[in-house]
């Protein structure tokens, strides 16, 4: 009895305690940790939400990059952070619809480990050659792909498992076409990788490309993977309109925090990031690098999520995609 009677008063203690520290939250500032490197869609996404949130917030946003596999590592670090929303971090399609089904030991349940706060961006993937490739459509890519069976077509990506890395695999699956995937620690890495001539094609998010693609004299871009044109790029076709096949891929990021954080401090973040999307700055900042702002949270983007991993993870089942 006596036992009992402990432990719900430490029950009582603990609600309380975390009620109190809620109702002022925040005290400090929040750390945003971002699982990709510096200078990649992610980090350029966190950032530009993070400085806009935090007028909202009355903190500042602190971003951490905590890169490596596959983003599985900074999102492990959100997971285990204490839930009372100090550490949230920018989730991807990769780390919470993809890796699930490609990495064996994962730090991290996606969809029982965290708390979905806000989609904050979409993209299209762009498919990038020299601005002196004799690739001059994807029709091209296809056709020199098909020709090329003893030494293979290379495309990089930032990394085993990204979207990127699964849009060529669908690439190649509506094809009929084989390529040899290069990963690279991130777009810093594999851009240079696409100029010196060491791969052919190089796949990424938008936003990551945007300036070189904008610059034009050292890449071009083949097609986006979106089922409509990007605005920002309003002469580069979509892979569809190629006629190879039907492809509709698009990239997204998303804020989350710890599961289990108290309701109102989960309230609180999700107005500050909505708050933060619809500040003239933020809209302008993605208009500029090809990409939108999200418009879901909470329990509509869990079932979002559900909804990718439903897709990805078929595909990768059906190409046998592992992490080795």
Avoid at 23 to 44: F, K, N
Avoid at 121 to 146: G, Y
Avoid at 211 to 237: E, F, I, N
Avoid at 298 to 308: C, H, I, S, V, Y
Wanted: aromatic share 6%.
């Amino acid at each position: 009895m006596k036992c009992t009677l402990l432990a719900a008063v430490c029950a009582l203690a603990a609600t309380v305690a975390g009620s109190a520290s809620a109702s002022g939250y925040p005290e400090r500032p929040v750390t945003l940790v971002v699982p990709y490197p510096a200078g990649g869609t992610t980090d350029i996404a966190a950032r530009t939400v993070a400085q806009a949130m935090a007028p909202f917030l009355g903190q500042a946003l602190i971003v951490d990059n905590r890169s490596g596999a596959g983003g599985n590592i900074g999102m492990g670090v959100v997971k285990r952070a204490p839930p009372d929303g100090y550490t949230i971090g920018m989730g991807t399609i990769g780390t919470q619809a993809i890796n699930q089904f490609i990495y064996k030991d994962m730090p991290f349940d996606p969809a029982k480990d965290f708390t979905p706060l806000a989609l904050v961006l979409t993209t299209p993937n762009v498919i990038v050659v020299r601005a002196d490739s004799n690739l001059k459509s994807m029709k091209d890519l296809v056709e020199q792909a098909k020709a090329r069976k003893g030494k293979p077509m290379s495309y990089g990506s930032p990394g085993v498992g990204s979207s990127v890395h699964l849009t060529g695999a669908y690439l190649e699956q509506i094809a009929g076409i084989e390529m040899l995937h290069v990963p690279f620690r991130g777009v810093s890495a594999a851009m240079p990788a696409l100029i010196g001539g060491q791969i052919d094609v190089l796949l990424d998010n938008l936003p990551s490309t945007f300036s070189q693609l904008k610059d034009g004299t050292r890449v071009r871009a083949l097609a986006v993977t979106s089922a409509q044109r990007s605005p920002s790029l309003p002469d580069v076709p979509t892979v569809s309109e190629s006629g190879i096949g039907n492809m509709d891929v698009t990239a997204w990021f998303a804020l989350y925090a710890p599961a289990g954080i108290p309701d109102d401090v989960r309230d609180k973040l999700i107005s500050a990031v909505q708050k933060a999307l619809r500040t003239d700055a933020v809209k302008e900042q993605y208009k500029s690098l090809g990409a939108a702002t999200g418009d879901m949270t909470g329990k509509d983007l869990a079932k979002f999520e559900d909804q990718e991993r439903q897709r990805w993870g078929d595909l990768v089942r059906t190409r046998n995609i592992t992490s080795n």
